[in-house]
Nanobody
């Protein structure tokens, strides 16, 4: 299984970014997909999940600002991030799991760095 994350970069506070994660080596439509992030000196934390049925759940800290969606035809999951602030700066990882990714992740992507300038 490979999860290739991309789309990170430098953005000004208040700006937007879209992250992508292309999956291969798995039956994408059977997997829940999620995003986690890890800031320097902090633990990795859950950000968002979209289930194989396209149900969505978000961390409280990003609710209303971030949106997760998937394109099953392209085996890709996206994270649209708006109103970015300094607390959103982190390495973002995509994740795949057969169950709720908050309970367990089967496969991790390599991470993509998001930097927010004030």
């Amino acid at each position: 299984v490979q999860l290739q994350a991309s789309g990170g970069g430098l953005v000004q506070a208040g700006g937007s970014l879209r992250l992508s994660c292309a999956a291969s080596g798995l039956t994408f439509t059977r997997y829940n997909m999620g995003w986690f992030r890890q800031a320097p000196g902090k633990e990795r934390e859950f950000v968002a999940q979209i289930t194989w049925k396209s149900s969505r759940v978000y961390a409280d800290s990003v609710e209303g600002r971030f949106s997760i969606f998937r394109d099953n035809a392209k085996n890709t999951v996206f994270l649209e991030m708006n109103s970015l602030g300094p607390d959103d700066a982190a390495v973002y990882y995509c994740a795949a799991g057969r169950r709720d990714v908050r309970l367990g992740v089967t496969d991790w992507g390599q991470g993509t760095l998001v930097t927010v300038s004030s």
